[in-house]
């Protein structure tokens, strides 16, 4: 049980850094340091590091240890298609089975969209959109798409790959965006 709470601390440590960007693409990540780092054993880092492998935000480079990794702007590319069709899969299903509690929650979540459009604050933009997704993804009642949209982290690594400039142009659009896909969401036309 400790050596599990021990892996739980070091994976969404370690997961936080990477997806805030402390931790930058090609880092290598090894082992004991990190034990040292967080006052645990290797045996919490290793498991740690096959779920952060799993998840995709760590490879492993055989005689070199693990690596945050870096991807190619094809891979990017690729990251781009799996994400829209993944969440074009969710809306198009949620329309038909979202509860109105879903609804209500999406709905709430694209008018905290407004405030952080206003204010000009991208990162709570981005955790809002990246919310909106999963959520929209949940209302499917399908465990298997909200694993697979959470479990892919596509849209927190991308923000990482995406200039700035293009962020904050497209920002004021955001929120308008969002609320026209939960309105067709709850048309219930998929």
Known sequence: RRLGAASVFVYESLRRQILDGELKPGTPLGQRAIADAMNTSTGPVVSALRRLAHDGLITYVRGHGATVTELSNEQIEDLVMVRR???TEAARVAARRA???DLARLYAIVDRM???VRDHKWEQ???LDVELHVS???GTRSPGRTAALERC????ILRRHIPESYLEQHLDEL???HRELVDAIASGDP
Do not use: F, K, Y
């Open 99 to 101: 509860s109105p509690e």
């Open 136 to 138: 929209i993804a949940r």
């Open 175 to 177: 929120e308008a965006i």
């Open 153 to 156: 982290h596509l849209l927190e």
């Open 85 to 87: 069709a993944l969440e």
């Open 114 to 116: 407004v405030e952080v």
């Open 125 to 127: 933009a981005d955790a």
